[in-house]
């Protein structure tokens, strides 16, 4: 069955308006406007406010004083708070999946599905496909934490994961000068500790890549009109 048919018509308009902002098909500070949302997606206003009620909470919709809807502004010291946790975070689960996997009875077959990802992703970069490099990123970091066993970090994470996926996406959409295939390096030399079942290269790689992220989130920022 299409995972669309089993959403709520308030949960694909969450979706939906989460998806554009993120995706930056609504800029930071752009307006919100009801009615338009409303003759855009053929809604009634009701499911409509309960999403945009979703995203104000999640913080990538802003009320202003006048009562009027925008996409949540972005700023440096947002992105350095936000990357400051992801760091820490993803830095150890890096760390806790490669313990767990080194000791499992399926460490090829586990890592034969790392490979298979960042082998997607280098084909993505090479072909000038931006939007795959940064989902088969997220889909190489879910994977670790799958294997993290750490629901606590990975659950921390997801609270802020809307928000640092904005900031992601900056260098990657908004900066001509973005080294396409860094990323697949930065992720394949994660791997490459992963292999060798050293967890403490595993983290550092991992940390080294959320901080060079970060500069290139804050170039990437200088494009936006903020």
């Not at 708070?81 to 890096?94: D, S």
């Not at 640092?164 to 996406?169: A, L, M, P, T």
């Not at 983290?203 to 901080?211: D, P």
């Amino acid at each position: 069955m299409d995972k669309t048919k089993r959403l709520s018509t308030t949960d694909y308009i969450y979706e939906q308006i989460k998806k554009d902002i993120i995706e930056f098909t609504y800029e930071p500070n752009g307006r919100l406007v009801e009615d338009s949302l409303a003759k855009k997606m053929e809604i009634s206003r009701t499911p409509l406010r309960q999403a945009l009620y979703r995203l104000e909470l999640e913080g990538l919709i802003v009320k202003k004083a006048n009562g009027r809807m925008a996409v949540a502004p972005m700023s440096m010291k947002e992105a350095k708070e936000l990357f400051m946790v992801r760091e820490v975070m993803e830095g150890l689960i890096a760390r806790e999946a490669t313990l767990n996997i080194a000791q499992s009875n399926d460490f090829d077959g586990i890592i034969n599905k790392f490979e298979d990802i960042t082998f997607l992703m280098r084909n993505s970069a090479e072909n000038e496909r931006k939007m795959d490099v940064v989902s088969y990123g997220s889909d190489f970091h879910s994977l670790l934490g799958e294997y993290s066993n750490n629901a606590t970090a990975v659950n921390l994470l997801e609270q802020i994961n809307n928000r640092v996926s904005r900031y992601r996406r900056l260098g990657v959409y908004k900066d001509p000068e973005y080294p396409r295939t860094l990323p697949v390096e930065e992720h394949e030399e994660v791997l490459k500790h992963m292999k060798a079942k050293s967890e403490h290269a595993a983290e550092a790689a991992m940390r080294a890549h959320i901080k060079r992220s970060l500069k290139n989130t804050i170039h990437g920022l200088s494009y936006l009109s903020l």
